[in-house]
Nanobody
Framework: QVQLVESGGGSVQAGGSLRLSCAAS????????LGWFRQAPGKEREFVAG????????NYAESVKGRFTISRDNAKNTVFLQMNDLGPWDTAVYYC????????????WGQGTQVTVSS
């Protein structure tokens, strides 16, 4: 069973930056992919960014392209989300998740970390 723990959330002003981390633990950690999702108040959870663990291919939601960067530290089983040029519309709880196999659903989820951006 994979356990995910997010950190790095907080409050920033518009135009600021934050770096989220997601540390994974478990007997064997070899996911197909890792991802970040977010959920704003009153809205559905939405995909933000994803990374294929082997090879490092990434993809992003259109709303964050050019501002957010997903990366990983294989040795530490950690994935990061660097968020730049934040705006109030980025305010949400951010979750990391894993996809165990290609074509599978996103499964294990962290507890989430709050990001609040003020104008």
């Amino acid at each position: 069973q994979v356990q995910l723990v997010e950190s790095g959330g907080g409050s920033v002003q518009a135009g600021g930056s934050l770096r989220l981390s997601c540390a994974a633990s478990g007997r064997t950690f070899r996911p197909y992919a890792l991802g970040w999702f977010r959920q704003a108040p009153g809205k559905e959870r939405e995909f933000v960014a994803g990374l294929i663990w082997t090879g490092g291919h990434t993809n992003y939601a259109e709303s964050v392209k050019g501002r957010f960067t997903i990366s990983r530290d294989n040795a530490k089983n950690t994935v990061f989300l660097q968020m730049n040029d934040l705006g109030p519309w980025d305010t949400a709880v951010y979750y990391c998740t894993t996809k165990p196999l290609r074509g599978a659903d996103w499964s294990s989820w962290g507890q989430g970390t709050q990001v609040t951006v003020s104008s």
